[in-house]
């Protein structure tokens, strides 16, 4: 077989395992995922290993959420903020509103936008936000900016800005409405950034462009736990007598 045919076999290989873990999970009745097992499964997945740099990803437990609770001036997030890289390659598929695969060279990784949350699956305006993103990024080739030190959110994909030219995705999605500025990933952003992120998201607020056409929109975050709680409930009072 001819390297260049192998090489695209292997690519077209990976996104496709990729992609049917993502959305062809079976659900606990051996049936399709619902939307709340995906809710849950999402939010609670720890990936092993950081697709950008092939280091032991932290563990949810001991990764994102103690490191909120530093001082943002912390030498930790200055170390983040001094370890900045950057990769280009193309968008070869969107999972929803604010994750995305990249293809560098024969690699495709699986990346999270730093700095937004889009509408979760079950939520309004998801198809929305996934649809923007698709138009926006989708084939594309891009830039984008991470830290070598290695940060990822909850579920241990790795967080990153991605630019289109000059043009900030994450910020595009703020300014129409399309998702929330996710003030958790703050210590892993300048302060200009998050500054900014935090100003479009309100003036797209006050102009209810997108999700703001509903007067109070729940936050991904809190629909995830919101789930997780209900699911909890539900397994409580199927071990009752």
Same mark, same amino acid.
């Given at each position: 077989?001819?390297?260049?045919?192998?090489?695209?076999?292997?690519?077209?290989?990976?996104?496709?395992?990729?992609?049917?873990?993502?959305?062809? @999970?079976? +659900?606990?009745?051996? +049936?399709?995922?619902?939307?709340?097992?995906?809710?849950?499964?999402?939010? /609670?997945?720890?990936?092993? %290993?950081?697709?950008?740099?092939?280091?032991?990803?932290?563990?949810?437990?001991?990764?994102?959420?103690?490191?909120?609770?530093?001082?943002?001036?912390?030498?930790?997030?200055?170390?983040?903020?001094?370890?900045?890289? /950057?990769?280009?390659?193309?968008?070869?598929?969107?999972?929803?509103?604010?994750?995305?695969?990249?293809? %560098?060279?024969?690699?495709?990784? $699986?990346?999270?936008?730093?700095? %937004?949350?889009?509408?979760?699956?079950?939520?309004?305006?998801?198809?929305?936000?996934?649809?923007?993103?698709?138009?926006?990024? =989708?084939?594309?080739?891009?830039?984008?900016?991470?830290?070598?030190? +290695?940060?990822?959110?909850?579920? +241990?994909?790795?967080?990153?800005?991605?630019?289109?030219?000059?043009?900030? %995705?994450?910020?595009? $999605?703020?300014?129409?409405?399309?998702?929330?500025?996710?003030?958790?990933? @703050?210590?892993? =952003?300048?302060? &200009?950034?998050?500054? =900014?992120?935090?100003?479009?998201?309100?003036? &797209?607020?006050?102009?209810? &462009?997108?999700?703001?056409?509903?007067?109070?929109?729940?936050?991904?975050?809190?629909?995830?736990?919101?789930?997780?709680?209900?699911? *909890?409930?539900?397994? /409580? *009072?199927?071990?009752?007598?």
């Amino acid at each position: 077989m001819p390297k260049t045919t192998l090489s695209s076999t292997l690519v077209f290989g990976a996104i496709l395992v990729s992609v049917l873990a993502v959305h062809a @999970q079976r +659900g606990s009745s051996g +049936g399709p995922e619902t939307i709340q097992e995906r809710a849950i499964r999402t939010d /609670t997945y720890n990936r092993s %290993v950081d697709s950008l740099s092939g280091r032991v990803a932290v563990p949810a437990s001991l990764g994102m959420s103690r490191r909120n609770y530093l001082p943002l001036d912390s030498d930790f997030r200055k170390t983040v903020l001094a370890t900045q890289a /950057t990769k280009i390659g193309t968008i070869v598929h969107i999972v929803d509103g604010d994750t995305v695969y990249l293809q %560098v060279n024969d690699r495709v990784m $699986l990346l999270r936008l730093s700095g %937004v949350d889009a509408p979760d699956l079950g939520q309004p305006k998801y198809e929305d936000a996934l649809e923007f993103l698709k138009q926006s990024l =989708l084939d594309k080739k891009v830039t984008i900016h991470y830290s070598t030190y +290695g940060i990822w959110d909850q579920t +241990g994909v790795p967080l990153v800005t991605i630019s289109d030219g000059d043009a900030d %995705v994450g910020l595009k $999605l703020i300014e129409n409405g399309m998702a929330w500025y996710n003030e958790a990933h @703050q210590f892993y =952003l300048s302060k &200009a950034t998050t500054d =900014l992120y935090k100003g479009k998201c309100n003036e &797209a607020k006050d102009k209810k &462009a997108g999700l703001w056409v509903e007067r109070s929109p729940e936050k991904p975050w809190e629909y995830r736990a919101r789930i997780r709680k209900e699911e *909890e409930r539900k397994k /409580t *009072e199927v071990k009752k007598p």
